[in-house]
């Protein structure tokens, strides 16, 4: 009897932490594409696909499908020196809110070399002395860098 009670409990605990492992593989890695002229765009819909394009590949385009709000949780800027993001983000007229007002002192990406960012739109309240352009890359090399909205 003792088997029988134990074995139905240990089954419960697989198919729980299945479960569990499956929602978790969804939010970081379940990710659609699309492909337009011959280019191949990962879409970006939640605020942890855009915190994630690092483990995605910094060398992807990705293309941005709805308004995201951005949390408190601490940014990590997308890209490094010693490994800069080099792909494409378009923010495809959607917008980013909240990303100046909460995290004033960082910029979206930390690091670009021959990257296109582009039609980005921070959302924001706080106006004052931002310039919008400086929140979208700290440093950047032989980048593409156009169409940068505020609101």
């Known amino acids: 009897m003792t088997k029988k009670k ?16 499956a929602c978790q593989q969804s939010d ?30 910094l060398d992807k385009n990705y293309m941005q499908q709805n308004d995201i709000e951005i949390s408190d949780e601490e940014w990590i800027p997308i890209g490094t020196s010693d490994n800069p993001f080099t792909g494409s983000y378009n923010g495809n007229g959607f917008k980013i809110i909240g990303f100046t007002d909460k995290h004033s002192d ?14 980005i739109t921070f959302s924001y309240k706080n106006t004052e002395n931002i310039d919008i352009e400086e929140k979208v890359c700290k440093n950047e090399d032989k980048c593409q860098i156009y169409d940068i909205f505020s609101e």
Request: glycine share 10%.
């Open 106 to 119: 960082s910029t979206l990406f930390g690091s670009a070399n021959g990257a296109d960012l582009y039609n």
């Open 6 to 21: 134990v074995a139905p409990f240990f089954i419960g605990i697989i198919i729980v932490a299945a479960s569990l492992t």
């Open 28 to 57: 970081t890695r379940g990710i659609d594409t699309i492909t337009l002229n011959g280019k191949e765009y990962y879409m970006i819909a939640t605020e942890l696909q855009l915190r994630s394009i690092s483990t995605y590949g």
